[in-house]
């Protein structure tokens, strides 16, 4: 049987393969799996996109909380970092999110953080899963009754909380600077907009009027097309978007070129270094960084340290080694002196403090790394298994990397949730890329059919 949770949370299409009937026993697992060491009614705080399907999940998990005797607190529509934030401040035994992410609006997802703000290990997950099949196959667990039913709180005031949080985090005020702000009709149409205005930019807004449909659709940082036509068009100093439930934030700068998450670490990392504050000089990134990320890294007297792709991997390298920025390309950037987890509005804070402490235009700035072409192919396998071991796929990588040397990587990886070999190559000559990229593919094609 396949694992129930993915690589953040559980996914599918809502109604569909992503039920309601789930979402309940999803509510009713996780409040009896927290509540177990406590007499109190558990409390669970529950915040969701805007995706048309998130007031039905929402309805589910609560009547699955309730039925197990819990407090739902909801939030409403609110960025997923906030979630993180609120389950730490309000001493909540969890936190769940009903979004999909940058998916399309009909995706949906339930992801949950724990009481202390982190995403959940593994171990929990698997509990969780077979309190889950438990209750789906002849539900034996205990039903409260009586003034033991559980309680539902309907807290509109908690996305100011947020909100106030997010400015705590920045010390620089943003008059005279002219943003344009994407929502992606999304978490963060109402506190994105807001707290850029409070600390001075003036803001243009562009893709925030959610109708239930439209969350990434055309817009966010998925899509910046729109955004890199309005920066420019109003003459605006940067661009900022988000994706759809705001955990991640990608730049545009005047000139309407990309800031994506490489950049800004750069960004932001230098700005730390210059500042005396970020650790051992070191930025916590994946495998999946630009060959550019590590050379604007190493000129600016930094050093990189690489992880397997995925945020939890970069945010358990930071933890275990007392480092205070990583992230990703997309935009998945974590500050861990004021976030348990990727928060876009934090970052685009971030990135504009460090743009203004530093006078310059963001082009300048996107000028300190120079983002070296990328090439990726998927090549659907019969199998993952034994390619690493697979001495033609091996030899076509050695002759690949011989020809790039210093100024390129290759970069061959199964992928985590479907049955593909990814091969990606980096360099500056897109030719060659093309050619070395499609040689490794076509060997990996004819080994692993």
Known sequence: MARLFGTDGVRGEAN??????????????????????????PLIIIG??????GEMLEAALTAGICSAGGRAMIAGVIPTPAIAYLARVHHAKAGIVISASHNPFSDNGIKFFGGDGYKLPDAVEDELEVLVHRIENGDDLARPNAGKIGKIEYRPDLLNQYSEFVLSTCHERFDGMKVVLDCANGASFEVGPKILRELGATVKVIHALPNGTNINDGCGSTHLESLQKAVVENQADIGIAFDGDADRCLCVDEKGQVIDGDHILVLCGTDMMKMDKLPYNTIVTTV???IGFHKAVKQAGGRAEITKVGDRYVLENMLKNGYKLGGEQSGHIIFTDFSTTGDGPITALQVLASLKRSGKKASELTALMKTYPQLLINVRVGSKDGWEENQAIQDAIAAGDKELGEDGRILVRPSGT???IR????????????????AIADVVKKEMA
Do not use: H, W
């Open 288 to 290: 999946m960084a630009n």
């Open 418 to 420: 479907e049955p593909l």
């Open 16 to 41: 569909v393969t992503l039920m309601p009937e789930m979402a309940y026993r999803l509510g009713r697992a996780a409040t009896i799996y927290f509540g177990k060491e406590s007499e109190e009614k």
């Open 423 to 438: 091969v990606m190559a980096e360099g500056p000559d897109q030719d060659q890329l093309d050619r070395i990229c499609n």
């Open 48 to 53: 969701r996109d805007t995706r048309i399907s």
